[in-house]
């Protein structure tokens, strides 16, 4: 996988350890509230899975499905709703789960959007921050790696809609671009 994809930026070991004490503080500012954590598929799936596994206090889990970039490396700054939650979120505590913040944009509007409901708060964890791309000011309260302005793929991420499933997050080549 490395001749296609290059070094892991972030390698599954580096990964586990920070999805680890990520759990372990989340674990510890929650105590004793109403947790639901909300996924925002595809991208969070693999951070998803890991990070709940690793949060050691009770939580309920439900997702949401957004498509923001199309088949674009670029933002096209309009996110798009294809589902809505399950679970009630008003007067809970909601960490809403992230693959990566890039613009920003998915990120405040999907905090709008939640705010309707009327939760007791909002939080947000993302896997990745590129802050060099910020177009709006948003607070990330847990944040497991800040990347440089680079496309990268893999652990959830993809270019496409391939290359999710590769196990340690890389920058997105040439190479890679081409095989398509
Ligand atoms: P934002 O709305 O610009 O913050 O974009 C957030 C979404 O864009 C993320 O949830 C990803 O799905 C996608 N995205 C941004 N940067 C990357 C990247 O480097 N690789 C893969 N997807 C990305
Ligand atoms: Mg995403």
Known sequence: MERIFGRPIVTQEQMRSRIRDLGRQISADYAGKDLILIGVLKGAYAFFADLARAIRI????????????????????????MTELTEKIKDRDVLLVEDIVDSGLTVQYLTKMLAKQKPRSIKICTLLSKPERRVVDVQLQYIGFRIPNRYVVGYGLDYQQKYRNLPYLAVLNQRSRQEE
């Open 58 to 81: 009770p939580v309920r889990v439900d997702f949401l499905i957004v498509t923001s970039y199309g088949a674009q490396v670029k933002t096209t700054g309009k996110v798009k709703l």
